[in-house]
């Protein structure tokens, strides 16, 4: 037998043999695991509904919510008219809710724990949230708390000030929602026409309230 043949000879024989088994055995095991573990957080994220279970009804928007606020601040010189200012509408995402000051206790009743799409307008009656294909809401302008620019929210975190946080009341609980704009230069203006349009609600209640007492 010539040497190359018997150099090929020995190679056959020291060939590797597969164990299948084994392999099949570990990557069934690797997708048990996976399902337990999706199985563990699908019954956390019910337990915490649960928990949440006395959220009321998240309120719809009116009829007649009004017209879109306008952006604050001075007028831009590139709107069409040469000195309008737009109306504060946004698109972009809906990353979740906590309860306000806890950014990792999310709020998960009602639909809020589910991210999505998000078209926000606001108005003189409130923030109207329309969410294609999830739970839509309306907050009322006596709700809101205030907005303010922040990084993370519900496990969310991007780069500082990606989001804009809206804090309003809902029932008995006080709410940090999420959200971020598709052109993010645009959260400065939320914040402070929704700083704007709270404050003014909250003064306008509180001298009805001193008005009602006084009689």
Not at 108 to 114: F, S
């Amino acid at each position: 037998m010539t040497p190359s043949l018997i150099h090929l000879a020995e190679a056959q024989k020291s060939a590797p043999v597969t164990d299948w088994a084994a392999r099949i055995g570990w990557v069934v095991g690797l997708l048990v695991f996976i399902a337990f573990v999706y199985w563990l957080m699908r019954q956390g994220w019910k337990w915490r509904g649960t928990l949440q279970g006395d959220l009321p009804e998240l309120p719809s928007a009116p009829a007649d919510a009004g017209e879109a606020r306008l952006t604050a601040g001075p007028p831009p010189a590139t709107t069409p008219s040469g000195g309008g200012k737009p109306p504060l509408t946004m698109s972009g995402r809906y990353h979740g809710s906590t309860t306000a000051g806890q950014w990792l206790d999310r709020i998960v009743a009602r639909g809020l724990g589910t991210r999505s799409r998000v078209e926000l307008t606001l108005t003189d009656q409130g923030l109207d949230v329309v969410r294609p294909g999830a739970a839509s809401f309306f907050v009322p302008a006596a709700a809101l708390r205030g907005a303010r620019l922040d990084k993370g929210i519900a496990g969310k975190v991007l780069t500082e000030g990606g989001l804009l946080i809206v804090t309003w009341r809902h029932g008995d609980r006080e709410i940090d929602s999420g959200f971020r704009s598709d052109r993010a230069a645009d959260h400065g203006a939320w914040v402070e026409a929704l700083n704007a349009l709270s404050t003014t609600h909250t003064t306008t209640t509180t001298e009805h309230t001193e008005t009602e007492g006084a009689r």
